[in-house]
Nanobody, 121 residues
Framework: QVQLVESGGGLVEAGGSLRLSCEASGNIVNIGAMGWYRQAPGKQRELVASITSGGTTNYADSVKGRFTVSRDDAKNTVYLQMNSLKPEDTAVYYC???????????????WGQGTQVTVSS
């Protein structure tokens, strides 16, 4: 089995910063793309940022220039540095990883349990 555990959420004032972490553990041979999604109350889950195994990143327009996604493959961990936070960034943030569990096998998508980020105005 594979588990993704997020940490780093919390309450911050507008303009502040937070750093989210997500560590994958378990039966892992390889991790492909990793990403962060968020879901605000009454809204659909949306992609915030993603990073491929080769380091190529992709960001939602709403966070470009403020958020930075990175990964440490030695630790099976993906990070999201969030700066200049706005009240509209308030949401539950989920990490996602595409994991291969055996050599030559398929990738499976796994999700973390979510971490709350609240930005006060």
């Amino acid at each position: 089995q594979v588990q993704l555990v997020e940490s780093g959420g919390g309450l911050v004032e507008a303009g502040g910063s937070l750093r989210l972490s997500c560590e994958a553990s378990g039966n892992i041979v390889n991790i492909g793309a990793m990403g962060w999604y968020r879901q605000a109350p009454g809204k659909q889950r949306e992609l915030v940022a993603s990073i491929t195994s080769g380091g190529t990143t992709n960001y939602a327009d709403s966070v470009k220039g403020r958020f930075t996604v990175s990964r440490d493959d030695a630790k099976n961990t993906v990070y999201l540095q969030m700066n200049s936070l706005k009240p509209e960034d308030t949401a539950v943030y989920y990490c996602n990883a595409l994991v291969t569990k055996r050599y030559g096998g398929p990738e499976f998508s796994y999700w973390g349990q979510g971490t709350q980020v609240t930005v006060s105005s």
